[in-house]
């Protein structure tokens, strides 16, 4: 039988597409929404402190949820591997492992990793 993940960022962002909002308050919205499994952003306001190595309330909410990290979205915003800038693609790089570290923990089964900065603008309506 089939499973489908809903990606976490749906409910990390803002109304003008920030990461302001709590990934483990994310996960629980996607089990709400009746998914089974999540894919997990490194983004939201509670990101830095879980690659920083609180990740206890996110494994609790997965845990609590009944939701399994299939996937983990690494960071999007200032990351940049394809720099030619050394420091600016080191950064990148150690944003990632940190990511790549983290669903390790989770126990998930893949990460998904874009080469180059993306652009984040607020809505056009």
């Known amino acids: 039988m089939p499973a489908y993940s809903l990606s976490a960022a749906l409910f990390v962002y803002d109304k003008q597409n920030k990461p302001t909002r709590d990934l483990a308050a994310a996960v629980e919205q996607v089990a ?3 998914f089974t499994e999540v ?4 983004e939201g306001d509670s990101w830095p402190r879980v690659v920083g190595g609180e990740i206890g309330p996110l494994k609790t909410a997965l845990e609590r949820a009944g939701v399994f990290p299939h996937t983990l979205h690494a960071p999007l915003i200032g990351i940049n591997l394809a720099s030619e800038v050394d420091a600016i693609r080191r950064d990148g790089i150690d944003k990632m492992a940190a990511a790549l570290r983290v669903q390790g923990e989770l126990g998930g089964r893949s990460v998904i990793v874009h080469l180059s900065l993306i652009h984040i603008s607020a809505p056009t309506r």
């Open 32 to 34: 709400a929404a009746g």
């Open 39 to 42: 894919e997990v952003s490194a």
